[in-house]
């Protein structure tokens, strides 16, 4: 069955190892299907180029459980192999009661790598790194291994070993616990990802990521145990009861911003504007003119920060964005995107760079990273759902707006109590969705639909 690479906490080289062996199967020339636990963008564009197939993210708080495992069954239907790769540490999730949100009893790990290891009833491979350690693994293996009976550690993976002796060391000391090694990387200085203000550099960022995959699959071929490897990836078919959804007869076109600046889209996203009759038109607000004749428009996140330069210098795409929300075209603008729409961006060098000028302020870069998962209660009817709608969404940026919002889409609070955290996004008298919050729709198709209507509604 698929297999869930999980760390014993974050930065033991989770991504590194999944990419490995993403890449050491690929080469053998097997269709693999890989996952993400949680709400990152960046790790699945690593995925994606390895594999050429769009990573699908797991997360029952931007969606619900059932749509994990629902999603899980139907992306391995038609794949020799299967990894999912986890969040943070195995069972690092969110620690509250959600019982005043979502009628669930209190779970201590909620939407960790150990909860949609259990949805999904997987085994998991522990990353250990092993830098500084020797005989001390043995106690973080067994610790792991005990603490949840309901997780099955198929085995662990060494990382970062410094050499034979402390190979020797490591090994000895696991031996007691009868516990596989499932594969050992050594210390790869020359195998390295660049990394900056949000995670690691994307991939289209990176001219020279073919290379650096080579060298990993060079490395997946030798450092990891492929006769126990190879059944526990082994894909199963598993039932998918998906119904389709309602198709629009009317033919809409949409415009997706998707470049170096925005590239943050949940890939089921985009699906269900497929699946619901749209066509989507991708061009670049950095170097292409606004696609003519479009219903809607799409602004996801990435990094406008990054590019304010360029953005700025194309001003006929600027102008044309402009002209198009004020005559009421329906548009989506999440994060970097709601930035693309502002007056202006404030880089961290304190230049100031021009940008749509739809929305009355300016967007500015600081040190102070706001990230977490949000519940969202819409103040106010808008584009995407009713007044008094709770949503569930993700933030992830270091950037605020000056002057904030005078009408705010949401009054939002932390996921995992009812402390709140302000007010957020801008609720325009258009057809605008311009917020903070990322939203994945697997679990809210309603949301899509709504804002193909009012597409249809625009296009008359």
């Known amino acids: 069955m698929p297999l869930v690479i999980a760390g014993e906490r974050s930065g033991v080289g989770k991504t590194t190892v999944t990419l490995t ?72 999730g969110i620690s509250s009661d959600w019982s005043f949100v979502k009628d669930e009893l209190p779970k201590t790990d909620f939407a960790s790598t150990a909860h949609v290891a259990r949805l999904l009833d997987l085994p998991v491979v522990l990353v250990i790194d092993c830098s500084r350690l020797s005989g001390s693994v043995a106690a973080i293996a067994y610790g792991y291994c005990s603490f949840d009976p309901r997780i099955k550690i198929a085995g662990v993976v060494l990382n970062r070993v410094g050499s034979d002796r402390h190979l020797s060391l490591l090994k000895d000391s696991l031996l007691p616990l009868q516990l596989p090694i499932i594969g050992v990387l050594r210390r790869e200085d020359n195998i390295t990802i660049p990394d900056r203000h949000l995670g690691l550099i994307p991939t289209a960022e990176l001219p020279q990521l073919d290379a650096v995959i080579e060298r990993l699959a060079d490395l997946g071929d030798t450092c990891f145990d492929w006769d126990r490897l190879l059944p526990l990836l082994k894909s199963e078919r598993l039932p998918s009861p998906a119904p389709p959804l309602p198709r629009s007869s009317f033919p809409l076109q949409i415009a997706v911003a998707r470049d170096r600046a925005f590239n943050f889209y949940y890939q089921d996203n985009l699906d269900l504007l497929q699946q619901l009759g749209a066509e989507l038109i991708f061009w670049s607000p950095l170097e292409d003119a606004l696609p003519k004749n479009v219903q809607g428009m799409y602004f996801g996140g990435g990094f406008p920060e990054v590019f304010a330069q360029q953005l700025a210098e194309n001003t006929s795409a600027r102008e044309a964005v402009k002209t198009a929300i004020i005559a009421g075209i329906p548009t989506i603008a999440e994060c970097g995107g709601l930035m693309y729409l502002c007056e202006e961006i404030v880089d961290f060098e304190g230049k100031s760079w021009s940008m749509v000028g739809v929305l009355p302020t300016t967007s500015v870069m600081g040190g102070r990273l706001t990230l977490g998962y949000r519940r969202a209660v819409a103040l106010q009817g808008n584009l995407l759902v009713d007044a008094g709608t709770t949503i569930y969404g993700h933030e992830f940026h270091r950037s605020r707006l000056i002057p904030e919002p005078n009408l705010p889409l949401f009054q939002t609070y932390r996921c995992d109590s009812e402390e709140t955290t302000g007010n957020e996004g801008w609720n325009l008298p258009m057809n605008l969705h311009a917020s903070y919050i990322h939203m994945h729709w697997g679990a809210c198709p309603e949301i899509p639909q709504r804002f193909l209507k009012n597409c249809f509604i625009y296009g008359i």
């Open 21 to 92: 062996l993403l890449a050491s199967l690929c080469r053998r020339g097997e269709m693999v299907q890989s996952f993400k636990v949680g709400p990152d963008y960046i790790d699945p564009m690593f995925h994606q180029h390895v594999t050429n197939r769009a990573c699908r993210n797991l997360d029952p708080v931007l969606t619900s459980e059932a749509y994990v495992q629902e999603c899980f069954a139907r992306h391995i239907q038609e794949v020799d192999f299967a990894l999912v790769e986890g969040v943070m540490g195995l069972f690092d």
